[in-house]
């Protein structure tokens, strides 16, 4: 095998902050840059990853399929970039079967009435359906007024 062979076959993972990827990773920089920024975000989304909801998901990994899904509408950055992250953990919500939680980044550009929106049974979500949430977010839409079913949250005075 040649120089060129060798050098082909390597191929260097950047990841989406421009900083070159540890091998086996998607994201863990090579090296790391204390100064470096988080990277912007209008809003996160956590997907529950947890043994029940993870199990109820049509996608063996949803995280990466929603991932996947917002390069594709090009979502994945820019003043409109919604970020998916797993939970390390249940949320202790399993009735509602696979839950996610929408975090406005309020202190950018994130929207205040989708904030800590709690969405349920979305291990039934379509790739439409997910597609139409996530427009809805990144046009800062009410999803009040949309019929996604959420989970009533107790209010404690």
Not at 49 to 63: M, P, V
Not at 70 to 84: D, F, M, Q, S
Not at 107 to 131: P, Q, V
Request: charged share 30%; net charge positive; aromatic share 10%.
């Amino acid at each position: 095998m040649g120089w060129r062979s060798i050098m082909e076959s390597k191929q260097t993972k950047i990841n989406i902050m421009g900083s070159e990827v540890v091998e086996g990773f998607v994201c863990k920089p090579k090296k790391l840059d204390l100064n470096k920024p988080i990277m912007h975000f209008k809003t996160q989304l956590f997907v529950c990853n947890d043994e029940r909801c993870a199990k109820a998901c049509n996608e063996e990994d949803l995280a990466t399929y929603l991932r996947d899904l917002l390069k594709t509408l090009e979502l994945h950055r820019g003043k409109n970039r919604i970020k998916i992250s797993r939970t390390g953990g249940c949320f202790g919500a399993c009735r509602f079967r696979a839950v996610a939680n929408i975090y406005e980044n309020t202190r950018a550009n994130g929207y205040l009435s989708n904030n800590n929106i709690w969405l349920k049974n979305t291990h039934l979500f379509t790739k439409n359906r997910w597609i139409e949430l996530f427009r809805i977010l990144s046009k800062n839409k009410k999803i009040d007024e949309s019929n996604f079913e959420q989970i009533s949250m107790a209010e404690y005075l």
